[in-house]
């Protein structure tokens, strides 16, 4: 199968908006739950958003609720992650993620949950 491709990263100044991009062509895209991960630099990965494609539901974690949004185009097999009000503690290289129905379960936002993945892309937020 394809790997996972992110687009979107850039540098961008406090305050302002950003939307990453996320496209699995080849994988069976409505039978998997979709992920979103950043890692700073001396830090562990962390699950930012998921999304079950096939009912829509997400998730987020505390610090970006209110800010990052994860949506859906079914027709481009694609998730995006708009992200508004960036701060400095926000830069970090971002991942998509993937894990398919019925695979082992740590919680949706544990990057143990996910067995696919992009190769990232860097947001960088300056003051």
């Known amino acids: 199968q394809a790997q996972l491709v992110e687009s979107g990263g850039g540098s961008v100044q406090a305050g302002g908006p950003l939307r990453l991009s996320c496209t699995a062509p080849e994988y069976p895209y409505d039978n998997m739950y979709m992920a979103w991960f950043r890692q700073a630099p001396g830090k562990e990965r962390e699950g930012v958003a998921v999304?079950?494609?096939?009912?829509?539901?997400?998730t987020y974690a505390d610090s970006v609720k209110g800010r990052f949004t994860i949506s859906q185009d079914y027709a481009k097999k694609s998730v995006y992650l708009q992200m508004n009000s960036l701060k400095p503690e926000d830069t970090a290289m971002y991942y998509c993620?993937?894990?398919?129905?019925?695979?082992?379960?740590?919680?949706?936002?544990?990057?143990?949950?996910?067995?696919?993945w992009g190769q990232g892309t860097q947001v960088t937020v300056s003051s």
């Open positions: 999304m079950n494609i096939g009912i829509g539901t997400s």
């Open positions: 993620a993937a894990a398919q129905y019925g695979s082992r379960s740590f919680g949706p936002l544990s990057k143990r949950s996910y067995s696919y």
